[in-house]
C-alpha cells in the first residue's frame, strides 16, 4: 500500500518525550484532540473533532491529504501506530492499533478496523461494518478477503521498525490555538482577467485555494484544503448555501460549466469535474463526479462512487457503485448528513498554522 511510518525506537515506542507529537504547518486541526505521544499529522491532512470526538494513540500517523471527522454522535479512534494513508476519508469510525489504511480509502460513520488489519486502497468500509482483527479487506464495498498471513504481519512489523509493540501511553488534550473565524480568507487567485467573486456571508477556510471564474454564493461554507480551479473558459457557480468540505477538488475541461445548486453538499475528498448538481443533493466522501454527468435535485450519491461523463440521473435518485447505478429513489429530500459542517459550528471550530 505504500505508507511510509513515523519514526519508532527500536522498542517500538515513539520517539521524544511525552508530549511530543509531529504537526504539519499545512495540517489542519478543527476543535480539540486527544492524542498520544509519537502522533504524525502530516501535510494537508485535515482533522475535525467536536468537543474532543477524535481520539490518536501514540504512533498513530493521519498522512498527506487524509480527512478526519469526529462528532459527538460519530467519534474517531484510532488506535496506536495504526496509519490512515494519503487522501484517506475517516468518518466517525474506529480503527484498531497497528492497522494499516491504503491511499484513497474510505471508513464510514460507525465501521469498525479491528487490530493489525490490511484495508486496500480505495476501499470503502460502509456504515456499521466491523472487521475483525488480522484481515486484509478490499473492494467498493469492502469485503474481508481473507486473515492476514504470517507474511502480512511480518510486512506491518517491517514498516513498523521491525516491532508491532504498543507503547501503552495515555493520550494528553490538544486544542488549536487560532479561531477559524480569525483565519485569512482562503486565496483566491485571478486567471487571465477573471477572478473568483464570494458572498462576504460565506466562509473560505484558510487553506482553501480558488481561482479564475468561480463565484461563491451566500453562506457557502469551502473546508480546508479545498481548490476550486475555473481557469478553463467555462463558469464554476455555487448556490447560496453549498458546503464543499476538506481536500475536495473542483475542476472542469475546456469550454464547460461546473453548477453546484443551493444547499448541495460535497462530502471531504470528493473529485468534482464540469458537472451540473441540483439542489439538496448530498455527495458523499471519495465520489467522483465525471465531467458532463448531471444529478437531479434531493439525490444521494454514495461514498466512493463514479458518475460516468455525460450520465444523467433523475430528482430523487439514490445513486451507487463503480461506475454508479441508480439503486433506489428517495421519497424525501435527503438531510443533511452528520459529518456536514453547520453555520453554528464555525464560531467553535479552531485551527492550527
Given at each position: 500500500m505504500g505508507i511510509s511510518?513515523?519514526?519508532?525506537?527500536?522498542?517500538?515506542?515513539?520517539?521524544?518525550?511525552?508530549?511530543?507529537?509531529?504537526?504539519s504547518s499545512s495540517a489542519r486541526v478543527l476543535g480539540t484532540l486527544h492524542l498520544g505521544p509519537g502522533a504524525v499529522i502530516a501535510q494537508g491532512a485535515v482533522i475535525r473533532s467536536h468537543g474532543g470526538a477524535v481520539r490518536l494513540g501514540a504512533g498513530a500517523a493521519v498522512l498527506e491529504n487524509a480527512t478526519v471527522t469526529g462528532t459527538s454522535e460519530h467519534p474517531v479512534i484510532v488506535g496506536e501506530r495504526a496509519v490512515l494513508g494519503h487522501r484517506s476519508v475517516v468518518l466517525g469510525a474506529e480503527v484498531g492499533a497497528l492497522s494499516e489504511v491504503g491511499s484513497g480509502a474510505i471508513l464510514m460513520p460507525f465501521a469498525r478496523v479491528g487490530a493489525r488489519c490490511l484495508v486496500g486502497e480505495g476501499t470503502v468500509i460502509p456504515s456499521g461494518m466491523v472487521v475483525p482483527d488480522e484481515s486484509v479487506v478490499e473492494g467498493r464495498p469492502g469485503q474481508v478477503l481473507r486473515r492476514a498471513t504470517a507474511e502480512d504481519l511480518e510486512r506491518l512489523r517491517r514498516l513498523r521498525g521491525g516491532?508491532?509493540?504498543?507503547?501503552?501511553?495515555?493520550?494528553?488534550?490538544?486544542?488549536?490555538?487560532?479561531?477559524?473565524?480569525?483565519?485569512?480568507?482562503?486565496?483566491?487567485?485571478?486567471?487571465?482577467?477573471?477572478?473568483?467573486?464570494?458572498?462576504p456571508t460565506a466562509t473560505l477556510f484558510s487553506t482553501a485555494e480558488?481561482?479564475?471564474?468561480?463565484?461563491?454564493?451566500?453562506?457557502?461554507?469551502?473546508?480546508?484544503?479545498?481548490?476550486?480551479?475555473?481557469?478553463?473558459?467555462?463558469?464554476?457557480?455555487?448556490?447560496?448555501?453549498?458546503?464543499v468540505l476538506s481536500n475536495t477538488v473542483l475542476h472542469l475541461p475546456q469550454d464547460s460549466g461546473l453548477v453546484l445548486e443551493d444547499g448541495v453538499i460535497i462530502g471531504p475528498g470528493c473529485t468534482v469535474h464540469g458537472c451540473h448538481v441540483g439542489a439538496g443533493t448530498v455527495v458523499e466522501p471519495?465520489?467522483?463526479?465525471?465531467?458532463?454527468?448531471?444529478?437531479?435535485?434531493?439525490?444521494?450519491?454514495?461514498?466512493?462512487?463514479?458518475?460516468?461523463?455525460?450520465?444523467?440521473?433523475?430528482?430523487?435518485?439514490?445513486?451507487?457503485?463503480?461506475?454508479?447505478?441508480?439503486?433506489?429513489t428517495l421519497s424525501t429530500p435527503p438531510p443533511p448528513p452528520r459529518w456536514a459542517l453547520r453555520p453554528e459550528d464555525l464560531a467553535g471550530l479552531r485551527r492550527v498554522g
Open positions: 511510518l513515523p519514526p519508532v525506537s527500536p522498542s517500538g515506542g515513539p520517539t521524544g518525550g511525552a508530549a511530543h507529537f509531529s504537526l516491532s508491532l509493540s504498543l507503547p501503552g501511553q495515555p493520550l494528553t488534550v490538544f486544542s488549536a490555538r487560532d479561531r477559524a473565524e480569525d483565519a485569512p480568507m482562503g486565496q483566491l487567485y485571478t486567471f487571465r482577467d477573471k477572478h473568483p467573486l464570494v458572498h480558488v481561482s479564475g471564474d468561480v463565484v461563491i454564493g451566500p453562506g457557502c461554507i469551502i473546508g480546508s484544503g479545498v481548490k476550486i480551479v475555473g481557469d478553463a473558459g467555462g463558469p464554476v457557480r455555487l448556490g447560496a448555501g453549498v458546503q471519495g465520489a467522483i463526479l465525471c465531467d458532463g454527468s448531471r444529478l437531479g435535485r434531493g439525490c444521494i450519491v454514495s461514498a466512493g462512487s463514479l458518475v460516468k461523463p455525460a450520465s444523467s440521473f433523475p430528482d430523487g435518485a439514490r445513486v451507487e457503485g463503480f461506475p454508479a447505478v441508480q439503486t433506489g
